[in-house]
Structure formats: structure tokens, C-alpha cells
Nanobody, 123 residues
Framework: QVQLVEAGGGLVQAGGSLRLSCAAS????????MGWFRQTLGKEREFVAVVSGGGLSTVYADSVKGRFTISRDNAKNTVALQMNSLKPEDTAIYYC????????????????WGQGTQVTVSS
């Protein structure tokens, strides 16, 4: 069982930056690929980024490539999403997820999910 708790959301102006963090419980954190998703009202959940268990492999959605960076610290059981050059269309609830592999996270199939944190980007 893995519990995930996100933090770091908030209100920021377009062009600004935010850093989301996700703290995980459990002793098997490094065995999970960790990802971030986002969802806005009335839309399907969207994959944002994923990092492999060892931290060496990352995949990003085209919409955030070059602006967002995902990273993890297996010693602290945390994963972060650094978001730069934010746009109003980045406004969403952001969710952290743990999955068995990078490909399963990219496919949207996480085993564990956090409760989400709101990110609002004003124009």
C-alpha cells in the first residue's frame, strides 16, 4: 500500500513558476514509476509527466515539454514537478500517481493516486 500526498499548488500569473511535490509512504517507493496528471472540470484526466523508479528515464506530454521538469528523491520518498513558463491552460487539479512502469503511467493506469492539488494560472 502506498499513500501519496501532494503539495505546492496555488495561484500564479502567466509566465510564472510553481513547484509541486508529492510525498509517498511505504518502503518500496523506488520500485514504482511516479507520474503527474492533471484534470479540469468536464475534461478527462491528462498525463503530464512520469519518471522511472531509478529516476533515469522521464517522459513528458507534448503540451508541457520544455517547461515542466519531473524529478524524484528516493531517499526522501518524494517526487516533484517543477513548472515554469506557466500558461492559463495549465490551470487544473494536479494528481500524483504511482505505477508499476513508465508505460503504464503514460497509459493512465496508476496503482495509487493522491488527492490532488489545485494549480491556477491567471492571464
Amino acid at each position: 500500500q502506498v499513500q501519496l500526498v501532494e503539495a505546492g499548488g496555488g495561484l500564479v500569473q502567466a509566465g510564472g513558476s510553481l513547484r509541486l511535490s508529492c510525498a509517498a509512504s511505504g518502503r518500496t517507493f523506488s520500485s514504482y514509476a511516479m507520474g503527474w496528471f492533471r484534470q479540469t472540470l468536464g475534461k478527462e484526466r491528462e498525463f503530464v509527466a512520469v519518471v522511472s523508479g531509478g529516476g533515469l528515464s522521464t517522459v513528458y506530454a507534448d503540451s508541457v515539454k520544455g517547461r515542466f521538469t519531473i524529478s524524484r528523491d528516493n531517499a526522501k520518498n518524494t517526487v516533484a514537478l517543477q513548472m515554469n513558463s506557466l500558461k492559463p491552460e495549465d490551470t487544473a487539479i494536479y494528481y500524483c500517481a504511482a505505477g508499476s512502469a513508465v508505460r503504464t503511467i503514460v497509459a493512465g493506469a496508476g496503482d495509487y493516486w493522491g488527492q490532488g492539488t489545485q494549480v491556477t494560472v491567471s492571464s
